[in-house]
């Protein structure tokens, strides 16, 4: 049975056939577009909204391409190991520019329009799940991210961020914070945590993590040359 995979991007129609050709909708019917070797070696196509080009195609391993009109480029696709091991399902570009690619398995990459990487939505994040099937941006420029359980809304644009057991901290209460040296030290009843800032390509969030001090608790921290006191 040969496999589909269909896009619409603005008013641009691809239907890409397994390990085939590329066709585009065009007065009333599907015709060939491309039947590069590109189209030949993959089984699947997700076709995503770009700000330079009717479209770009995330094909299989990582491998991608840039659409305009009937021209056919390679496009080199920042993450695109980590995309690939995701399976990109779904793409969606944002009112302000803003790039999101849905995976199965790896949750939301967000990239900027000149495809530079800007964030990552996982379960650190706070996603119920990492299995993206849909996303939608709603008149507010919120996000909500359709996923194996249930919806999430993410407001990207939120002036706080939350630093709860996804990332690095407990219930405990925090009784005092200090910065050392560019990075902050949090003492709790748990122990000395350090702030770890997060990495856009690597897809991490800034999170906490547990000084080796022990587990006593602390209830002051001051600023030292040779580092925190306790």
Known sequence: KEG????????????????TDLLEWAQGDFRPLSNAAVWKNSANALFVPAPDADAVAILDAGKAVRIRGDAI?????????????????????LRDGTIAIGTRSQGVFLFDSAWQPTGRL???AGLEDEHIHGLFEDREQTLWAMTDSGISRIERASPFTLFDRTRGIGHDSFN??????????????EGVFKLVPGSAPAGTHPHFE????????????????????G
Not at 4 to 19: A, D, F, I, T, W
Not at 176 to 189: C, G, K, Y
């Open 4 to 19: 589909l995979s269909l896009g619409q991007v603005g008013p641009h129609l691809y239907l890409h056939r397994e390990k």
């Open 176 to 189: 005092a914070i200090v910065r050392h040296r560019d990075t902050l030290f949090a003492a709790s009843a």
């Open 210 to 229: 547990r000084i080796p001090y022990g587990t006593e608790t602390f209830w002051a921290l001051a600023d030292h040359p040779a580092g925190p006191i």
């Open 122 to 124: 996982n379960e650190t």
């Open 73 to 93: 480029t390679p496009f080199e696709l920042p993450l695109a190991d980590a995309i690939a091991r995701g399976v990109p399902g779904v793409g969606l570009r």
